[in-house]
């Protein structure tokens, strides 16, 4: 019998690291024509489905960057989802077609390749990602300490039960949510679009916020009561007692909140495609649409094939190893000085 | 009894927790002499952390105690307050920084040693370095903890074993100068040899000092104090001489508890 369970238990164990390696080695594997094809170049391409004549007299070429922007910005022109499109807000199917499928628009009777590139996603993603936390840590903490620190029980108590409902919440309605009703709010505040890199940001921090809150607050909620009396009984104030001790206290646990709340932000999907725009166009200010991986993904795996389906897989592989490397060297780096 | 100042005086005490029916301290009369060391004794529950705690006012951190009846603290120019009459934030400070508490469970802030010791001075208002580490090293030195932390001043406190833990808890608050310091079982957590540390620490306070402990342990009040109030059920049944009250004590309760009897 306890051999069994030792030898169960061991089995679980094994098993997250066959998922994990085996979903490292399909995604390269379903990656390598686009590897192969693209190098390292895909990360600081912008082309997404630009067609390009395979042998470009090399006078007219211009550097990669500045030609695939324009270059894509006139693929969308031709098929007609240029920003003016997307706020109506009928973005998450429509702009796919458009952009990806790709060859359309721009006919050429000389010999010609299709291009992909995923900075724009890369970048979409990183910034989204970056706004969503500078939106949610500050706004998580004071919910936090509020709960656990300042409000009394008949308080915080419902509050606390409002927030687990609202991590409750599918992701898809936050993005209904987003698209309807915050985008259009947002962008009457800061102008531009209502779909942008923005909404994406801040919709995308008020969903980690429920969890960052909740996390936090039980991290708070670990301080010994002894420990903030001992504070108190120095002379500390309730400020200085949250700031010096509490705080300092629940250190790794609010740090691990923050950390798995920016993993969800990084491979947020549903949301994120209804308020972003899923244009590949760099954002040339945070109210404008832009893309970012798990959108790119979501919406143009249906229509993929070939060249164009590893492309997909190229940037899977980007975002696993992404998220992979940032949750690992936050959770090593605050952790570590966190003691 | 010898005449000899009180640095505290409470007088007809009467304390309720929030939402408790019945008062957990009742009519208490308790003088805390100054320079001595005063042991509260008496079986669980009775009401001896719940007054020590009502001499700094702790229990005001958690809002709905009812108290009745004063605490009179005799101020550094030897006039006198309530300490019951505090309503202000800052004069709680003030309080507390007066009446410094040691807990039963060491209680390291999360930081180093030395911000342990200095985290209070600042507060205090002690800001410049070179006051902060005289008033630091000296401290330490006092309390024979400096040649085992010397090595390690800004490494994390909770690094250090549980007596040492409890002997920088005592060092933190005597750091301040308080008038009066109280102690909750402070040994309680401890192996015999940290037991015996701190209690040689707390005899040497009280030449500077005046000192409040409760304790669970009858040769550690007979040891150190030189005063025992026995409590019971919130009442203060006796408070005498240490040395009277372990031989001779005049009520009959006191006597039963004392020889194991009951508690
Ligand atoms: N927060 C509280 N709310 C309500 N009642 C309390 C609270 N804390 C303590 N009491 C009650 O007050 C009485 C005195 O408790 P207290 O902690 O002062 O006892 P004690 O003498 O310190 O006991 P021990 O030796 O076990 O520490 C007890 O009856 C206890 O149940
Ligand atoms: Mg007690």
Redesign the interface.
């Known amino acids: 019998m306890e051999k069994i369970f030792a030898r169960l238990s061991q089995v679980s164990a094994s098993l997250v690291f066959v998922v994990l390696v085996s979903t490292l080695v399909t995604l390269y594997i379903s990656a390598k024509p686009a590897i192969e094809e693209f190098g390292a170049k895909f990360l600081i391409d912008a082309r997404w489905g630009v067609d390009v004549p395979i042998e470009p007299p090399s006078s007219d070429h211009k550097p990669a960057q500045q030609a695939s922007q324009s270059s894509v910005s006139n693929a969308h022109l031709d098929n007609g989802t240029n920003a003016g499109d997307e706020d109506d807000g009928i973005n998450v199917g429509d702009d796919d077609d458009g952009i990806n499928v790709g060859g359309d628009g721009v006919v050429s009777n000389a010999p010609h390749k299709e291009v992909f590139g995923g900075a724009v996603a890369i970048v979409g993603t990183v910034f989204s990602t970056i706004i969503a936390l500078l939106f949610a840590v500050p706004l998580a903490m004071g919910i936090a300490i509020f709960l656990s620190e300042i409000a009394?029980p008949a308080i915080s108590k419902p509050v606390g039960i409002a927030i687990e409902l609202l991590a409750a919440i599918p992701s898809i309605i936050y993005g209904m949510w987003g698209l309807f009703y915050f985008g259009p709010f947002i962008a009457s505040i800061f102008g531009g679009h209502s779909v942008s890199l923005l909404v994406a940001g801040l919709v995308l921090g008020v969903m980690v916020i429920p969890f960052m809150a909740a996390l936090s607050r039980d991290a708070i909620n670990t301080t010994?009561d002894?420990?903030?009396?001992?504070?108190?009984?120095?002379?500390?104030?309730k400020f200085?007692v949250i700031k010096?001790?509490v705080f300092?206290?629940a250190?790794a646990g609010i740090i691990g909140s923050i950390i798995i709340s920016l993993g969800r932000a990084l491979g947020e999907t549903m949301a994120v495609a209804f308020v972003i725009g899923g244009v590949f166009e760099f954002a040339k200010s945070v109210t404008d649409p832009t893309n970012s991986i798990p959108v790119v993904l979501a919406n143009n795996f249906s229509e993929s094939s070939g060249l164009s389906l590893a492309s997909l897989f190229y940037l899977s592989l980007i975002l696993f190893v992404v998220s992979f490397i940032v949750i690992f060297t936050a959770k090593h780096y605050f952790l570590r000085r966190g003691? | 009894m010898k005449d000899i100042a009180n640095i505290m005086e409470i007088q007809d005490f009467s304390f309720t927790y929030p939402k408790a029916e019945n008062p957990s301290l009742k009519n208490i009369n308790l003088p805390i002499k100054e320079n001595h060391i005063t042991a509260l004794i008496g079986p669980s529950g009775c009401g001896k952390s719940t007054l020590l705690r009502a001499m700094n006012r702790i229990h005001d951190l958690y809002p709905g105690c009812h108290y009745e009846g004063a605490i009179k603290l005799k101020n550094q120019d030897g006039s006198i307050g309530n300490i019951l009459d505090i309503k202000k934030e800052n004069d709680f400070i003030a309080l507390r920084q007066r009446v410094g508490m040691i807990f039963q469970k060491p209680t390291p802030f999360p930081m180093t040693i030395y911000e342990n010791i200095a985290y209070g001075l600042r507060i205090a208002g002690i800001k410049n370095k070179n006051d902060l580490e005289e008033i630091i090293v000296k401290s330490l030195q006092d309390a024979a903890l400096w040649n085992e932390v010397k090595d390690r001043l800004h490494q994390d406190a909770r690094g250090l074993s549980g007596g040492q833990q409890q002997r920088l808890c005592i060092t933190r608050v005597v750091a301040l100068k308080p008038d009066l310091m109280l102690f909750d079982e402070p040994t309680s957590a401890l192996d015999p040899i940290s037991t015996l540390a701190i209690e040689e620490m707390i005899l040497g306070l009280k030449e500077k000092y005046s000192i409040a402990i409760v304790t669970h342990n009858m040769q550690q009040a007979s040891r150190i104090s030189d005063y025992t109030a026995f409590m019971y059920l919130g009442d203060l049944v006796e408070f005498n001489d240490t040395d009277v009250m372990f031989t001779n004590p005049k009520e009959q309760q006191t006597n039963n508890y004392i020889t194991g009897k009951f508690g």
């Open positions: 009394a010994p002894v420990l903030k009396e001992a504070a108190y009984a120095v002379g500390a104030t200085e010096d001790v300092p206290y250190k003691k």
